[in-house]
């Protein structure tokens, strides 16, 4: 049984930066695409970045791009969310999910595994 842990949320001001993390366990980490979402009360996932099992391919939600950075660690089996340039908007749960494939989408039921989420919060 694969398990996803997150840490790293907070709250920041805006133009601020966070770092989160996604330990992975259970499972073989380095065959699986990651990706993060991000959810409020009441909202569906919002897909924000995946990245393949090699770590070579990326891909971003045109809302975070250029100021979001997927990254991982095959070896600690763990990934990363470099989040910087923070605004208000980006207030939400993230949260990291598998796809036991090397590759996966941006649709939230694709996905095999999820953590329980970390809190983030941009204060204006």
């Known amino acids: 049984q694969v398990q996803l842990v997150e840490s790293g949320g907070g709250l920041v001001q805006a133009g601020g930066s966070l770092r989160l993390s996604c330990a992975a366990s259970?499972?073989?980490?380095?065959?699986?695409?990651l990706a993060w979402f991000r959810h409020g009360p009441g909202k569906e996932h919002e897909f924000v970045a995946i990245?393949?099992?090699?770590?070579?391919?990326?891909y971003y939600a045109d809302s975070v791009k250029g100021r979001f950075t997927i990254s991982r660690d095959n070896d600690k089996s763990t990934g990363y969310l470099q989040m910087n340039s923070l605004k208000p908007e980006d207030t939400d749960v993230y949260s990291c999910a598998v796809d036991r494939n090397p590759w996966s989408s941006y649709q939230s039921p694709r996905y095999d595994y999820w953590g329980q989420g970390t809190q983030v919060t941009v204060s204006s």
């Open positions: 990245i393949s099992s090699d770590g070579a391919t990326t």
């Open positions: 259970g499972g073989f980490f380095e065959r699986d695409a």
